[in-house]
Structure formats: structure tokens, C-alpha cells
């Protein structure tokens, strides 16, 4: 637990991140965070209890087989969030995917963490409306945090 009484946050790369600033992701990150401790979903949040929470960068392979063996579905996905603290987040996928929201890699990662911290928090995304509401909800956090940067997340 830090100082501010929030959980530590650190971001880990095994993939290739093409040169995603990490730093910069990680002061994004954090910035983030106290605006995702004050949305509490409808499920038990663990965030607030939490001393660290670990953020892994990794591939669409690696996401894939922990999505089969945690989730029984070997496809990749965007964002894994285990409720000890651990956060898993796919780069393929955020290179892939972000274009299409009008974000970059960054941005994208970004809101892939947002929405892993979000779920630490008790939101929940298996059924409407409540993935409506985390989706408007991750978003509304995402713009929180651009407004904020001293200068954006880069535009790879």
C-alpha cells in the first residue's frame, strides 16, 4: 500500500511492446487508479485491500492459453483479471483492436488496465447492463486520464 493509501501498481512487459513507454504507462496507470477505487461495482471488491496489483503485458499466445486453462476458452482476449491482484493484458490485441476505438497501442493498453482494475473494484462485464455500464465506465476514466496527462500516450 502506498503512502496515498492505494495499492501499489507496477507493469510488467513479456512481449514484444514495440516501444510502448512503459513509464508513461505506468504514471497513466496510476492515475487512473483512484478514480477506479471510487466506482464500485455490484460485486465484492478486493481493490481497496489489495497492497499491489501486477500488470503483465503479454501476446495473444500467452493470453490464450490462460484464457483456456483458467476460462476453458483458448482464444485470445483483450484483459484477465485474477482477484489476487494480478492483471493480465494482451499487446496483439490492443495494437489490433485499438484502431478501431480511435485509440492507439497505448491507449488501448490503457483501457485494457482500467478495465482489469475495474473488476478488482466488483464491476462485472457476463451480462447486460452491467457490461454497458463498465464499458461507459472505463471509458469515462480513460477521457479522466487524458485530460490530466501532461502530455498524451504516444501514437504507436
Not at 105 to 132: C, S, W
Request: one cysteine or more; glycine letters at 8%.
Amino acid at each position: 500500500m502506498s503512502e496515498a493509501g492505494l495499492p501499489g501498481l507496477e507493469i510488467y512487459s513479456h512481449a514484444d511492446d514495440g516501444g510502448l513507454p512503459l513509464d508513461r504507462l505506468v504514471e497513466a496507470a496510476k492515475a487512473a487508479l483512484p478514480w477506479c477505487l471510487g466506482s464500485r461495482g455490484g460485486e465484492e471488491p478486493v481493490l481497496a485491500e489489495l497492497p499491489e496489483v501486477e500488470v503483465s503485458l503479454v501476446d495473444d499466445a500467452v493470453i490464450a492459453g490462460v484464457h483456456g486453462e483458467f476460462m476453458d476458452d483458448p482464444t485470445p482476449t483483450d484483459v484477465i483479471t485474477f482477484h489476487h491482484g494480478e492483471i493480465l493484458v494482451s499487446l496483439d490485441t490492443a495494437r489490433r483492436e485499438g484502431p478501431t476505438h480511435g485509440n492507439s497501442a497505448a491507449e488501448e493498453t490503457l483501457l485494457y488496465i482500467i478495465h482489469g482494475l475495474l473488476h478488482l473494484n466488483g464491476h462485472t462485464d457476463l451480462r447486460e447492463p452491467d457490461r454497458t455500464a463498465m464499458h461507459r465506465e472505463q471509458e469515462t476514466i480513460l477521457d479522466r486520464v487524458r485530460s490530466i496527462l501532461t502530455e498524451p500516450l504516444p501514437e504507436n
